[in-house]
């Protein structure tokens, strides 16, 4: 089954920090750029990061610059997003996307409270 899993999601701290992970299944992941968006709600989906087939040139939305990091494992089928310093505002569903494939995952719940 062609598919992307996210997880690492959950409720955490203002300042703390997660670490999300998305495993594919059923392609070849590591020939495709991948991508993270996010949605809170009331809001459209938001692009924050990318990363290109080698891992080379990771890129940032300047609202999570500095604060995420997108890596990931291809031997692993895998791409995760490191979030530290996390803020209320980065409040929202965590998705992984394909878009070479216009593959979504199912999403992942971020919240970021006191």
């Known amino acids: 089954q062609v598919q992307l899993v996210e997880s690492g999601g959950g409720l955490v701290q203002p300042g703390g920090s997660l670490r999300l992970s998305c495993a594919g299944s059923g392609f070849p992941l590591g020939v495709y750029s991948m991508t993270w968006y996010r949605q809170a709600p009331g809001r459209e989906r938001q692009w924050i990061a990318g990363?290109?087939?080698?891992?080379?040139?990771?890129n940032y939305d300047a609202s999570v610059e500095g604060r995420f990091t997108i890596s990931r494992d291809n031997s692993k089928r895998s791409v995760y997003l490191q979030m530290d310093n996390l803020e209320v505002d980065d409040t929202a569903v965590y998705f992984c996307?394909?878009?070479?494939?216009?593959?979504w995952g199912q999403g992942t719940q971020v919240t970021v409270s006191t």
């Open positions: 996307y394909a878009p070479q494939k216009g593959l």
């Open positions: 990363i290109s087939p080698t891992g080379m040139n990771p």
